[in-house]
């Protein structure tokens, strides 16, 4: 699961490799090293615990749910995979139909996830898209838990530096995070 992969990665330190010769020609190149990402990266990388819910897997059913601090039982283990919360109280989890939806802390569904990368979308400067169910696509805060900005779009991005490219109407355009279109 991308999850697994980016903690492994994290756990790594994250450094870039070290510049590699071209091997086997007259004249060896030098490949740069590669360089970090723009500020606006994607990431789903909230701490496990947030709103005290934590992951947890049913070994006789191999499904995955929610208990509290004191162990008990908050979100029945009824989804293939679980992300942790999000400051908002946002979770990504796998319901295995969907595939891909987000929920409440009390496992209520909120929307459908964008399907990105074989799994929920990423958050990216707070926010992650979703699909309605005419198939348009809009906007989920990380932080509010909330739809932020209504499902109206055919094709949308990720926020970069507090925009988005969108396409509605045959039209392709941006918007700031009010979903306000921007030059």
Do not use: W
């Amino acid at each position: 699961m991308r999850f697994a992969v980016l903690a492994a990665l994290a756990a790594c330190g994250g450094s870039s490799p070290a510049p590699v010769a071209n091997a086997g020609t007259e004249s060896a190149v030098a490949v740069p090293a590669l360089q970090p990402g723009p500020a606006c990266e994607a990431r789903m990388d909230t701490p496990d615990g947030l709103h005290d819910r934590f992951m947890f897997t049913d070994e006789a059913t191999e499904k995955a749910g929610y208990k509290d601090k004191a162990g008990t039982l908050v979100i029945p283990a009824i989804y293939h995979a679980v992300y942790p919360f999000s400051p908002g109280g946002v979770a990504a989890v796998i319901d295995g139909t969907t595939p891909f939806v987000f929920i409440d802390v009390t496992g209520k569904l909120i929307a459908k996830a964008y399907a990105f990368d074989n799994g929920p979308d990423y958050y990216q400067e707070g926010f992650a898209r979703v699909v309605g169910t005419d198939g348009r696509i809009g906007y989920i805060s990380e932080t509010t838990g909330k739809i932020s900005i209504a499902a109206q779009f055919e094709t949308a991005m990720p926020f970069c530096e507090g925009k988005a490219e969108v396409k509605a109407g045959g039209q392709t355009y941006s918007i700031d995070t009010l979903g306000k279109r921007v030059p």
